[in-house]
């Protein structure tokens, strides 16, 4: 699937645990990526992380292609075995997502967001999925942001073991009307 943008264009594929984890290993590692905790992964930790989610048949994991080049990761789970297992009550159709925007010497203004754009609309790409799931770390403000612009509604604060979260959920037509809009 690609998602046209006045950036470029957005493709993803399926992430290689190990071709790409050097790549990835740079970017988990970043200080920007401060909320991923991967800070003190070494390579070998970031394919074994990888390799565990490909074995995973409730998690995936992609990198975001901008005009081909690797830009972003992006990981779609099933939060009903994943991540989330009773800290909500999944519904049916529920996927949960994560998302790591490459660090970037030269940012460019609205990349991110049109990341964020291209990510929802490869997971409402699937018919089934009727509501997309996050839990960003509540100190996480710039994301919060981010989520809150594509139609995403936080719903509470949950604990999870390695944080504070912020549950929040986006349906289908909350996105598609925070991107209309």
């Known amino acids: 699937m690609t998602t046209a943008t006045a950036i470029g264009a957005f493709t993803v594929r399926p992430l290689d645990?190990?071709?790409d984890a050097p790549l990835l290993h740079g970017w988990v590692t970043h200080p920007?990526?401060?909320?991923?905790?991967?800070?003190?992964?070494?390579l070998h930790d970031v394919e074994r992380e990888y390799m565990a989610v490909a074995a995973s048949e409730h998690h995936d994991a992609f990198l975001g292609l901008l005009d081909g080049e690797p830009v972003f990761l992006m990981e779609r789970y099933d939060p009903a075995y994943v991540e989330l297992?009773?800290?909500y009550e999944p519904e049916p159709g529920d996927v949960g997502m994560h998302f790591l925007v490459a660090p970037s010497d030269t940012p460019v203004h609205g990349f991110t967001r049109a990341v964020i754009t291209a990510v929802m609309e490869y997971l409402f790409a699937d018919p089934a999925a009727l509501r997309v799931v996050v839990e960003p770390d509540?100190?996480?403000t710039a994301v919060h942001a981010l989520n809150e612009a594509v139609g995403f509604v936080?719903?509470?604060?949950?604990?999870?073991p390695e944080k504070q979260a912020l549950l929040s959920f986006c349906t289908r037509e909350r996105?598609?009307?925070a991107v209309a809009a």
Not at 32 to 42: G, H, R, V
Not at 154 to 160: A, G, H, L, V
């Open 17 to 19: 645990p190990v071709e």
């Open 32 to 42: 920007k990526a401060a909320f991923w905790m991967m800070q003190e992964a070494k």
């Open 85 to 87: 297992v009773g800290l």
């Open 138 to 140: 509540v100190r996480n």
């Open 154 to 160: 936080p719903e509470r604060e949950i604990r999870k």
């Open 175 to 177: 996105f598609a009307k």
